[in-house]
């Protein structure tokens, strides 16, 4: 069974930094892109973003550019965030996706995320 | 970067309508176009991708079509459990999501 386990959300200052991890099982991560989508309170969906499986090809949304570096270690089986410099726009619940090889890049499975708050 | 404009941003329907979902492309997306259907307090759920393609474990009563910079998700006959907000997502340069579709009860 694909499982994916987002951790390190929380409550963090304006101008500080978060890391978060993603924790993968039930399937060969190394296989796998991986991306972080964004959903604030009561808003929509805003991928956030992505890594190829050898972080060969990475990508990001302009909001995060600069800010945010997406990494992963497929001995760990694991997918991480770096978040620096956040703001109160950066306050959202992150998920962790994987894609769907076979899938025109859609993501197949999502973890539950992991809640970030910007506040001072 | 490419925008996606999802209409209407809500429905009202009952049980047993059938319901559709427009999502528009700022460019040419060929293909690479998928739906996912999330419920409150819950991830999202990959329901099309591909434009077309339901994926596996999805009703049949979800069908979606299109190709370049149109596109639509039709529920057949709608059911209880299908009351949910709907988003388009396009691959084609990095991703972007359109802002949602509400299906509520009538």
């Known amino acids: 069974e694909v499982q994916l386990v987002e951790s390190g959300g929380g409550l963090v200052q304006p101008g500080r930094s978060l890391r978060l991890s993603c924790a993968a099982s039930?399937?060969?991560?190394?296989?796998?892109?991986m991306h972080w989508v964004r959903q604030a309170p009561g808003k929509g969906l805003e991928w956030v973003s992505g890594i190829s499986w050898n972080s060969g090809s990475i990508g990001y949304a302009d909001s995060v550019k600069g800010r945010f570096t997406i990494s992963r270690d497929n001995a760990k089986n694991s997918l991480y965030l770096q978040m620096n410099s956040l703001r109160a726009e950066d306050t959202a619940l992150y998920y962790c996706?994987?894609?769907?090889?076979?899938?025109?890049?859609?993501?197949?499975?999502w973890g539950q995320g992991t809640l970030v708050t910007v506040s001072s | 970067d490419i925008q996606m404009t999802q209409s209407p941003s809500s429905v009202s329907a009952s049980v047993g309508d059938r319901v559709t979902i427009t999502c528009r492309a700022s460019q040419g997306i060929s293909s690479w176009l998928a739906w996912y259907q999330q419920k409150p307090g819950k991830a999202p759920k990959l329901l099309i991708y591909?434009?077309?393609s339901l994926q596996s474990g999805v009703p049949s009563r979800f069908s979606g079509s299109g190709s370049g910079t149109d596109f639509t998700l039709t529920i057949s006959s709608l059911q209880p459990e299908d009351f949910a907000t709907y988003y388009c997502q396009q691959a084609n340069s990095f991703r972007t999501f359109g802002q949602g579709t509400k299906v509520e009860i009538k």
């Open positions: 996706a994987k894609e769907n090889n076979s899938g025109y890049g859609s993501f197949d499975y």
């Open positions: 591909a434009a077309s």
């Open positions: 039930g399937f060969t991560f190394d296989d796998y892109a």
